[in-house]
């Protein structure tokens, strides 16, 4: 069906998605920065922040405004992100201290050249949609993050050191590189999530599901640590963690089925799992089963 609905699109359509697809994620990065210097009481970047949203949100109307009725049918998804972005943007308008005309504030844009793409660390953040966002070296250390999404994100190198994410959604995120030191995730999606070479240490995940998740080690070597990790009622079918050496891991009450890559174990304790292809708690294994099939 997807298909005979390309089919139909005018030519034009294509070149207008692919916009308004700019457009919109560029406002839905400046929203979270939005909410992140709210929450550093940084006026200049609350301001900055709000004027690029605006900014992208008013393209993105005009560009929505111009298409003929064949296409705003064709592209109803597109409309819709559109009208939830705007929605969440406008939540956080109404707290900007100062509205600033674009050539205002070029002034304040010099000041925040240097500073990281996102430096969320230290915040909370709550049922922020960032799916398909490239956020790569973001910081979210010590941050609280409660039902946001970053569904097939690009966070490759960001910090989640010390965060606490619930009921968050990063299926099929690439976190190449990442660093989740003394993080906790509790009811969380990393479903087919790219996690190699990420530092693992003293981690904790519970009811989370990481199935398909590739968490080999690749290029990093002894860098990508995972000592101390702690996996609780988590699906870890078709997990794979080739080149990992995992010291003092603590896995209960999970669903193991399939998982593969063969590391290093040491120090692990291992109760519960479940070695069943459904996950149904049919065939609950000891910890030496479950190493003896960890290959």
């Known amino acids: 069906m997807s298909v005979v ?13 692919i916009e308004i697809r700019k457009l919109i ?42 298409w003929d009725s064949q296409i705003a049918i064709t592209m109803s998804s597109v409309i819709a992100l559109l009208r939830s972005t705007r929605a969440l943007a406008q939540s956080g308008f109404s707290h900007v201290p100062t509205e600033k005309s674009v050539s205002e504030a070029y002034w304040l844009l010099a000041r925040v050249m240097s500073a990281p793409i996102v430096d969320a660390s230290r915040t909370e953040l709550v049922e922020l949609d960032l799916d398909d966002l490239d956020l790569a070296g973001a910081s979210f250390g010590s941050a609280r993050l409660t039902r946001c999404r970053m569904v097939a994100s690009t966070l490759t190198q960001a910090c989640f050191a010390d965060a606490a994410l619930d009921t968050c959604d990063l299926a099929r995120a690439n976190l190449e590189r990442t660093t989740w030191l003394a ?113």
């Open 25 to 66: 994620n560029q406002a839905r990065r400046d929203t979270l920065a939005m909410f992140v210097a709210m929450q550093r009481e940084d006026q200049d970047r609350v301001v900055l922040a709000a004027t690029r949203a605006r900014v992208a949100l008013a393209a993105a109307d005009r560009t929505v405004q111009a």
């Open 183 to 295: 993080t906790r995730a509790v009811s969380s999606r990393f479903a087919g999530a790219m996690m190699t070479d990420t530092v693992l240490d003293r981690a904790s995940f519970l009811d989370c599901d990481l199935r398909g998740a590739d968490l080999s080690v690749v290029k990093c070597g002894p860098f990508a640590s995972a000592a101390r990790v702690e996996l609780i009622d988590c699906d870890l079918r078709e997990t794979s963690w080739r080149g990992r050496v995992l010291r003092g891991l603590r896995m209960e009450g999970c669903k193991v089925y399939g998982m593969r890559g063969a590391p290093v174990l040491e120090g692990v304790e291992i109760e519960r799992c479940d070695l069943s292809s459904k996950g149904d708690g049919s065939q609950i294994a000891s910890g030496q089963e479950v190493s003896s099939k960890w290959g």
């Open 5 to 17: 609905r390309w089919l139909i699109v005018p030519a034009m359509g294509v070149k207008e998605l």
